[in-house]
């Protein structure tokens, strides 16, 4: 199975979303999926993920998907589920996909280093819900949990061993922390179990 992952920041989101996003298709069967996170087109920030032109782009570029996944941050907006929604009616409408393939797009509540923060034994003093409710964890949380664990100056500042390391535990932690991505496991598994994807 062909997994391409759109993200707003392929430089430090691909570290986190390769990991995670294997561990979660490992969760639904898929252990061997062929997971990327593509350099072209370069898009940067949310409003390029989400203009319809450059996600029809992608689909084009890359006829070999099974999965398209957009990745994005909810960043403390109510709104970016509707948002989500409207991409996905979007590509269904104008029939981009081919029989079989899928295109889903998940917010991460409220940053993508949540998840990859939830795979981790984090300080006494940190509460995970005060964690999840911060409109900009990474600033708050990622980057001082990256120092004190001596692992900053790491590739993607730290976010290629974190994620890695978070992904172990996608199973017994991160799934059940960020419900969000146990409900994007539902969603792919239903589509797996309707198309028979291999």
Not at 32 to 45: E, I, M
Not at 100 to 120: D, K, R, S
Not at 163 to 185: G, M
């Amino acid at each position: 199975m062909n997994v391409l992952i759109v993200a707003e920041d392929h430089r430090n989101d691909q570290y986190i979303l390769r990991p995670i996003v294997r561990a979660l298709l490992s969760q639904v069967g898929k252990p061997h999926a062929n997971v990327k996170v593509p350099t072209r087109p370069r898009l940067r920030g949310l409003p390029q993920v989400l203009n319809r032109d450059n996600i029809r782009n992608v689909i084009l570029l890359y006829p070999e998907t099974d999965l398209f996944l957009v990745c994005v941050d909810r960043d403390g907006r109510a709104e970016r589920r509707a948002e989500l929604d409207a991409l996905e009616e979007y590509v269904a409408a104008e029939g981009l996909l081919r029989p079989g393939q899928a295109l889903f797009a998940q917010e991460a509540h409220q940053e993508l280093e949540v998840w990859l923060l939830a795979g981790h034994n984090l300080p006494k003093d940190w509460s995970w819900r005060a964690l999840r409710a911060e409109p900009h964890p990474k600033e708050a949380y990622f980057e001082p949990f990256a120092v004190r664990t001596a692992v900053a100056n790491g590739v993607g500042g730290g976010r290629k061993i974190l994620a890695e390391d978070a992904a172990q535990q996608y199973a017994p932690r991160v799934r059940r922390l960020c419900p969000e991505l146990a409900k994007l496991e539902a969603r792919i598994l239903s589509w797996i179990k309707a198309t028979s994807v291999t």
